[in-house]
């Protein structure tokens, strides 16, 4: 049987720990109460394990813990905020680098009353900085960008693009998916609402997600329904995070995106970057002198360990397969980021992925190398 090693992790961290494959059934064997919606002791027994991991998440971000609104995945969350500041329509403004779940909420929105920009990620931070700045005017309600792309890597100046929305008093909503649990990252950074996904970087299940906010910026819900909270009121709750969580939560999800949020604790976001960084580096240096392969980074450029590569004469999607065939699980295509292949200039096809995790080692990403250039060879 083919041996399978993943190096897909920027779509979802593949192996979990075993803490959190523990909560997890933890979850089902002890905790199988409604939290919140009766005052029997199972109900109160799970109600205080989901607020546990609330709690443990606040601290990860440094926000309060009625600030931490679980959602289905950071897809969820980016919908909740963007959709939820721009209300009353407006202005926002976006990266040319962006996931889909960032512009196609965006645009969705721009068919109605909102109106929307883009501004281009350059190599020199200050730039990038200057073009978030110069298309602000004066119906601009937000910012949302990436805190890293999912097809390169890059990181984004955030903590200077906050500065430019205090400065304008505009909100700052930032998608983490790509750098939390990688990049330390806080409130108190500047941004007003993180939002982003539980089962990558932070290696909780599949399912689980996050938006926290400093709550100095409104989000009225999207979704109303029961809260377990204010029950003879037809509104819906005003207050966090009941307003933003209706129906019953994913109670095992979320107490395994609890010993997930734990397991990056106490291994610390810089060692857990240092240690994929470095495979990064293994990767690229391995390759430097093939001439059939293109590594698409720029050595102005600061990047989250993730690699995106080409091999000449084959399309992404067919490297990828090859890749597969031979047990190495990579993701091919466009990576649901049209604008950031439009703007690395690898549309329609896309590239080749590469993105370890704490779980991966030397000797597969030596064994990668080697396949890739018996591949080059033989096309």
Do not use: W
């Amino acid at each position: 049987m083919l041996t399978l090693v993943n190096f897909d992790n920027a779509a979802t961290t593949f192996p979990k720990p075993y803490s959190v494959k523990n909560s997890v059934d933890t979850a089902f064997t002890k905790f199988g109460g409604n939290p919140g919606r009766s005052g029997h002791i199972l109900s109160l027994n799970t109600a205080k394990a989901v607020y546990s991991t609330r709690e443990a998440c606040a601290d990860f971000f440094g926000a309060e813990p009625e600030n931490v609104v679980f959602t289905l995945n950071c897809t969820h969350a980016l919908n909740l905020a963007i959709k939820g500041i721009m209300s009353d329509g407006g202005h926002i403004i976006t990266s040319d680098l962006e996931h889909n779940s960032v512009i196609r909420p965006i645009y969705a929105l721009s068919k109605k009353d909102c109106a929307y920009s883009l501004a281009h990620v350059e190599a020199d931070d200050n730039k990038t900085v200057s073009n978030f700045e110069e298309l602000i005017n004066s119906n601009t309600k937000a910012i949302v960008c990436t805190l890293a792309s999912n097809v390169t890597g890059q990181i984004l100046p955030i903590k200077k693009i906050a500065e430019v929305c205090h400065k304008h008093n505009i909100c700052f909503i930032l998608d983490g998916a790509q750098g939390c649990g990688i990049l330390p990252l806080k409130l108190s950074d500047g941004v007003n609402i993180i939002c982003t996904a539980g089962h990558k970087g932070l290696y909780g299940p599949s399912g689980t997600g996050l938006l926290i906010t400093d709550g100095n910026f409104s989000i009225p819900s999207l979704i109303e329904g029961g809260t377990g909270s204010s029950s003879l009121e037809l509104d819906q709750p005003d207050f966090l995070p009941d307003s933003l969580e209706s129906g019953t939560v994913n109670t095992m999800g979320i107490l395994g995106l609890g010993a997930g949020v734990k397991f990056v604790s106490d291994n610390t976001v810089q060692k857990i970057f240092a240690h994929e960084d470095k495979l990064c580096r293994q990767f690229i240096s391995g390759l430097s002198n093939v001439p059939n392969v293109i590594i698409y980074r720029n050595p102005s450029c600061k990047y989250v360990p993730i690699v995106s590569f080409n091999i000449k004469g084959l399309i992404a999607n067919e490297t990828a397969q090859i890749l597969s065939d031979n047990g190495f699980c990579l993701r091919g295509g466009l990576h649901c980021s049209g604008l950031a292949h439009k703007s690395l200039g690898t549309a329609p096809d896309g590239t080749v992925r590469f993105a370890p995790s704490i779980f991966n080692n030397e000797i597969q990403t030596n064994s990668l190398i080697l396949l890739i250039k018996k591949i080059c060879q033989k096309y």
